[in-house]
């Protein structure tokens, strides 16, 4: 390894920075290749560990380079021996997925490089991929030169190429917030087995609850707006067009909390401070913090200070389907 490539909210790089900061890593040597992604110039395979273990809020995806030179031919020809080389020693069939990204105005085109790399693969007796691979080829080519990588989906923090998640808009899909769930269940590696009743708070119009709904989940839904036509009659949802801080519920009543209210984000936390009770011990509490305004690392450690008494923090990602605000993954704590 000769460095990393990271992928982030360009909105959000001083945020980016500031964790990497805090973790020792030589910030003064990031490389920014173009808005929202960047190179760090490090060889130690410890600051790749550290970034998986403490994964900073703001950094949506990486993968560790291993080939690095300028552009002295076609991209696609220069590329193909590293890539060769890196195929060379799995096992046979094994899923392999490219993952290429281009600046503008560079003389390749992103589907040519794949088509191409893909040929390789084959060629070398594995299975070109693109949903849930066993390995990935990363390559980002830049006015710089070309940056060149091989990993595996766990090395990178996520499936998908910078972090720049696509899902199908098949399946009734109501708002983007669906997706928003959808990305932190997948991100967040969660374990819904077994689980089964869930409230979602900010539910209107349904995004959230239309995928628990997808997920087998019988959902108690509140908002103070209206939910979508589809799920006002649906067997498995209870809804109340109400202020969730009026309602009471019984202890352990839920396995799951989702929550995507508009609000303080510091309020919001309170709230599910005292909401606590009514998730099983262990249960699971998802929620977005909005920023509003305020400084976004200063807020997402405010609320997750508040939320510490009652739940575990687990992880916290500003991810691709979040806008002005990041979603944290927590569960409660036992007792």
């Given at each position: 390894?000769?460095?990393?490539?990271?992928?982030?909210?360009?909105?959000?790089?001083?945020?980016?920075?500031?964790?990497?900061t805090?973790?020792?890593?030589?910030?003064?040597?990031?490389?920014?290749?173009?808005?929202?992604?960047?190179?760090?110039?490090?060889?130690?395979?410890?600051?790749?560990?550290?970034?998986?273990?403490?994964?900073?809020?703001?950094?949506?995806?990486?993968?560790?380079?291993?080939?690095?030179?300028?552009?002295t031919?076609?991209?696609?020809?220069?590329?193909?021996?590293?890539v060769?080389?890196?195929?060379?020693?799995?096992?046979?069939?094994?899923?392999?997925a490219?993952?290429?990204?281009?600046?503008?105005?560079?003389?390749?085109?992103?589907?040519?490089?794949?088509?191409?790399?893909?040929?390789?693969?084959?060629?070398?007796g594995?299975?070109?991929?693109?949903?849930?691979?066993?390995?990935?080829?990363?390559?980002?080519?830049?006015?710089?030169?070309?940056?060149?990588?091989?990993?595996?989906?766990?090395?990178?923090?996520?499936?998908?190429?910078?972090?720049?998640?696509?899902?199908?808009?098949?399946?009734?899909?109501?708002?983007?917030?669906?997706?928003?769930?959808?990305?932190?269940?997948?991100?967040?590696?969660?374990?819904?087995?077994?689980?089964?009743?869930?409230?979602?708070?900010?539910?209107?119009?349904?995004?959230?609850?239309?995928?628990?709904?997808?997920r087998?989940?019988?959902?108690?839904?509140?908002?103070?707006?209206?939910?979508?036509?589809?799920?006002?009659?649906?067997?498995?949802?209870?809804?109340?067009?109400?202020?969730?801080?009026?309602?009471?519920?019984?202890?352990?009543?839920?396995?799951?909390?989702?929550?995507?209210?508009?609000?303080?984000?510091?309020?919001?936390?309170?709230?599910l401070?005292?909401?606590?009770?009514?998730?099983?011990?262990?249960?699971?509490?998802?929620?977005?913090?909005?920023?509003?305004?305020?400084?976004?690392?200063?807020?997402?450690?405010?609320?997750?200070?508040?939320?510490?008494?009652?739940?575990?923090?687990?992880?916290?990602r500003?991810?691709?389907?979040?806008?002005?605000?990041?979603?944290?993954?927590?569960?409660?704590?036992?007792?």
């Open positions: 390894m000769i460095g990393l490539i990271l992928s982030f909210d360009p909105k959000f790089d001083y945020c980016l920075d500031q964790e990497l805090e973790l020792g890593l030589p910030t003064r040597s990031l490389q920014t290749l173009w808005p929202g992604v960047a190179f760090l110039p490090v060889a130690d395979p410890a600051v790749q560990r550290l970034l998986l273990h403490e994964t900073p809020v703001f950094l949506r995806h990486m993968f560790p380079v291993q080939y690095k030179a300028e552009l031919q076609d991209p696609v020809t220069q590329c193909s021996d590293f060769a080389s890196v195929l060379a020693n799995l096992a046979p069939q094994t899923s392999v490219v993952q290429s990204r281009v600046i503008s105005g560079l003389p390749v085109e992103t589907r040519a490089v794949k088509t191409a790399m893909d040929d390789i693969i084959r060629s070398m594995h299975v070109p991929t693109i949903k849930h691979p066993s390995h990935i080829v990363s390559l980002v080519f830049t006015d710089d030169g070309v940056y060149a990588g091989f990993s595996t989906p766990a090395d990178n923090l996520t499936d998908w190429s910078g972090g720049a998640v696509h899902y199908s808009q098949s399946g009734g899909m109501l708002s983007r917030a669906g997706h928003k769930l959808e990305e932190a269940i997948e991100v967040f590696r969660i374990d819904l087995g077994g689980l089964r009743l869930a409230l979602d708070l900010g539910a209107a119009p349904g995004g959230f609850t239309r995928h628990l709904l997808s087998g989940f019988s959902v108690t839904a509140v908002d103070t707006a209206e939910m979508d036509d589809s799920l006002r009659n649906h067997p498995q949802v209870v809804i109340y067009r109400d202020n969730a801080f009026g309602l009471d519920f019984r202890p352990g009543a839920f396995d799951i909390i989702t929550c995507d209210i508009s609000w303080d984000a510091l309020r919001t936390a309170r709230f401070a005292r909401l606590a009770p009514a998730l099983v011990p262990g249960g699971i509490l998802i929620m977005t913090v909005k920023f509003m305004g305020a400084s976004p690392l200063k807020t997402i450690r405010a609320a997750s200070h508040i939320l510490g008494e009652s739940y575990t923090l687990v992880k916290a500003q991810l691709w389907h979040n806008r002005e605000e990041a979603t944290l993954y927590l569960t409660r704590k036992d007792g």
